[in-house]
T-cell receptor, first 113, second 110 residues
Framework: NAGVTQTPKFQVLKTGQSMTLQCAQD?????MSWYRQDPGMGLRLIHY???????DQGEVPNGYNVSRSTTEDFPLRLLSAAPSQTSVYFC????????????FGEGSRLTVL | DAKTTQPNSMESNEEEPVHLPCNHS???????IHWYRQLPSQGPEYVIH???SNVNNRMASLAIAEDRKSSTLILHRATLRDAAVYYC???????????FGEGTQLTVNP
């Protein structure tokens, strides 16, 4: 049972570089989302999607892009990495948005130098 | 979003019950109360959710006050594996838009 798979698990970038964090789920969930978690803090919502072709912004969307071309995949793109984006990123999915049980990936730890 | 208040930390002994409180006095009538937990170096995992009635599952029980302004997550017999940060999250629109606060760090002593 794969569930929600995130890649890579670890990444180091230089300021200004771009990269994509991958997220895939095999549970046929319509709803997917990205969170970031800074040290000692709770999770903050970056972007979310209620289905293929539909995305929307969360609390902290600046500096990130998303797209949802398939039900399974929801990649998060960092356009020009900044040290403030150093964080652990979690992807989550759910079948039913109301009330919804979120399934989380194991996280991707990103360091921007 | 409803504002929540949880203790920063709590301690328990192994095999004893644990009651984790949460105040959500601004909760709306359609908000469900969700609980998640996050073990060290892992993503959060779902624990339980409810609307008005008390709820039980294999992991925990959720007791919701009659006025819905507070709730309590009950772990009936704490184990070392239950040491985690527990998040109480009222959410009324979409499960994919749950907003996590700072939660309660639960320490379980052997």
């Amino acid at each position: 049972n794969a569930g929600v798979t995130q890649t890579p698990k670890f990444q180091v970038l230089k300021t200004g570089q771009s990269m994509t964090l991958q997220c895939a789920q095999d549970m046929n969930h319509e709803y997917m989302s990205w969170y970031r978690q800074d040290p000692g803090m709770g999770l903050r919502l970056i972007h979310y999607s209620v289905g293929a072709g539909i995305t929307d912004q969360g609390e902290v969307p600046n500096g990130y892009n998303v797209s949802r071309s398939t039900t399974e995949d929801f990649p998060l793109r960092l356009l020009s990495a900044a040290p403030s984006q150093t964080s652990v990123y979690f992807c989550a999915s759910s079948y039913d948005p109301w009330p919804g049980e979120l399934f989380f990936g194991e996280g991707s730890r990103l360091t921007v130098l | 979003d409803a504002k929540t208040t949880q203790p920063n930390s709590m301690e328990s002994n192994e095999e004893e019950p644990v009651h984790l409180p949460c105040n959500h006095s601004t909760i709306s009538g359609t908000d469900y109360i969700h609980w998640y937990r996050q073990l060290p170096s892992q993503g959060p995992e779902y624990v339980i959710h409810g609307l008005t009635s008390n709820v039980n599952n294999r992991m925990a029980s959720l007791a919701i006050a009659e006025d819905r302004k507070s709730s309590t997550l009950i772990l009936h017999r704490a184990t070392l594996r239950d040491a985690a940060v527990y998040y109480c999250i009222p959410a009324g629109t979409s499960g994919s838009r749950l907003t996590f606060g700072e939660g309660t760090q639960l320490t379980v002593n052997p």
